[in-house]
């Protein structure tokens, strides 16, 4: 079967296919969230700069799925457009997780002792590799969507199929990543995993890795041999209105800035705040339930780092909850926003939702101290059932303002057909303000991109230092999290003007987590 361009839709089967990459992508997205930032603290980078390795995220979604985008949507290569940097991408994860996974054992061959905590040769490569991962992840998304695009052809409803079959994989992804990542005994699939260098935990991590890699691979071949598409001739032409909303270069984004009405800047500034919000949660959300919640430490005695692997394990739970509650959450997002007044009002609610979760951080945070203070410092075991309980029951809570599908990375934002296929509540309300103000959606969109990325870098520089500045642990960062999360749903339910067509949420609400 060949198919290509803006043709007629093609087989279900075909964008089954291609969805199920997906659930490679986001199997290791999961893992990135749940164990990278413990992980790299076991390495000797010290809490407060942990966060820095982030940065490489909302710079690729930022340069990276653009760019790929537009090479993608001119490549006259004879296997197609899309194929060629799809398959490029899993090659590329193969390598970065390579590098991630290994990252001891290499640092250790080449000169890392075992005796000194911090390894900076195992950083050097982990680093490497974290940062190709995540070039390589959105390598993979934007041309997995086109191609699913391309799939639908012209028919809408088809768009939403796909739409919907790629976030049914993502869900899978999410579970099934943050499953692997909660299981203490993994690494028994895969002995040779354990050696000098690589301890059990990081045996563990190693294990997921590979298991995530031959997933991937697996699903990327069969889709890549078995779904075709026809070449782009050589004149690189395009059909009307294809290919041209991914290019949004900054002088059109600057052009752009200019001409925003009054509720865009509004819509900009809700929406950077929700991230400032969300971002440092989604941080060290693993490291809160390993040092605050359990009491363990990254590089204290084998007890404390016993308990921290348990926490961090318990953390990685949580996210499986947390994506569990967040698609069944999804399928209400409709007649909850026609009962309360639009999906503006939708909004302000889950970030009220959100803030309080934030905020529940710290009295979980205090209840577990609590109970170690009254247990004696020379008992280290795991809390109590009620508040490993409670931990839980935030991560659940999460879930609902994160059904509404908030993450850049799980979308190729400059699509044309992102606009009829609206993933989430800021992109949605964009289109929208942007149709009634009679402006161009795609660099609209591009600019809501950038109040979306912009405050991943803010809080990837300034959360380990305003933690530090605090005593440490992850609670100030929640804690600011929460504020702001306050004050983006006051300003999204009385300052943002209420849409003249209020836009369907039944056509996508993301099924993904993570960052």
């Known amino acids: 079967m060949e198919t290509g361009g803006n043709g007629p839709p093609k087989p279900i089967w075909n964008i089954v296919m291609v969805s199920a990459i997906a659930a490679g992508i986001q199997f290791g997205w999961a893992l990135q969230l749940s164990l990278l930032t413990p992980y790299v603290q076991t390495l000797g980078v010290p809490h407060v700069w942990a966060a820095f390795i982030w940065l490489c995220g909302p710079i690729s979604g930022l340069l990276v799925q653009p760019i790929v985008g537009y090479f993608s949507d001119h490549c006259t290569s004879r296997i197609g457009r899309r194929r060629p940097f799809i398959a490029a991408g899993a090659c590329l994860v193969a390598v970065a997780v390579f590098f991630v996974g290994f990252a001891k054992d290499i640092g250790h061959r080449a000169g890392d002792s075992l005796d000194n905590p911090t390894k900076p040769r195992a950083v050097a ?209 409709e007649p909850v926003s026609r009962l309360i007044g639009g999906v503006k009002n939708l909004w302000g609610v889950v970030n009220f939702i959100l803030a309080a979760g934030l905020a529940g951080t710290v009295w979980i945070t205090k209840v577990a101290e609590a109970w170690r203070a009254k247990q004696g410092p020379q008992i280290l075991t795991s809390p109590p059932t009620n508040v490993k309980s409670f931990a839980l029951a935030v991560f659940g809570l999460l879930g609902i303002p994160l059904s509404l599908g908030l993450d850049l990375k799980i979308m190729n934002k400059f699509d044309v057909w992102l606009m009829q296929v609206t993933f989430s509540i800021p992109f949605a309300l964009a289109s929208i303000y942007c149709a009634d103000a009679g402006g161009g959606q795609g660099l609209s969109l591009g600019v809501l991109n950038l109040s979306i990325v912009i405050p991943q870098m803010f809080v990837s520089v300034i959360s380990g230092p305003l933690d530090a500045a605090f005593g440490g642990g992850n609670l100030p960062a929640f804690v600011l999290g929460s504020i702001v999360a306050a004050i983006s749903a006051l300003l999204a339910i009385f300052a943002l003007p209420h849409p003249k067509n209020q836009l369907s949420l039944n056509s996508g609400a993301v099924v993904g987590g993570g960052h």
């Open 125 to 333: 490569v982990f680093v490497t590799g974290f940062w190709i991962l995540d070039v390589a992840n959105n390598m993979l998304q934007g041309p997995c969507r086109a191609f699913l695009a391309d799939l639908s052809g012209s028919d809408h409803k088809r768009m939403r199929i796909a739409n919907g079959w790629f976030s049914f994989f993502m869900a899978i992804g999410n579970v099934l990543g943050y499953a692997a990542g909660s299981y203490s005994n993994l690494y028994e699939l895969l002995p040779f995993t354990t050696t000098t260098a690589c301890d059990v935990y990081c045996a563990n991590l190693k294990t997921c890795f590979i298991i995530d890699i031959v997933f991937l691979l697996s699903v990327t071949i069969t889709a890549i041999t078995t779904v075709k598409e026809t070449p782009l001739k050589s004149n690189g032409s395009l059909d009307e209105g294809e290919g041209g909303s991914s290019e949004p270069f900054i002088g059109e984004i600057v052009t752009a800035f200019k001409t925003l009405k009054k509720p865009m800047w509004i819509l900009l500034l809700v929406t950077c705040l929700n991230w400032i919000a969300w971002f440092p949660f989604l941080l060290y959300d693993t490291d809160w339930v390993g040092v605050e919640v359990f009491g363990g430490k990254v590089n204290g005695s084998s007890s404390e780092q016993k308990l921290y692997d348990d926490g961090v394990r318990a953390g990685a739970l949580g996210l499986m909850i947390n994506s569990i509650v967040l698609a069944f959450t999804s399928l209400g997002l």
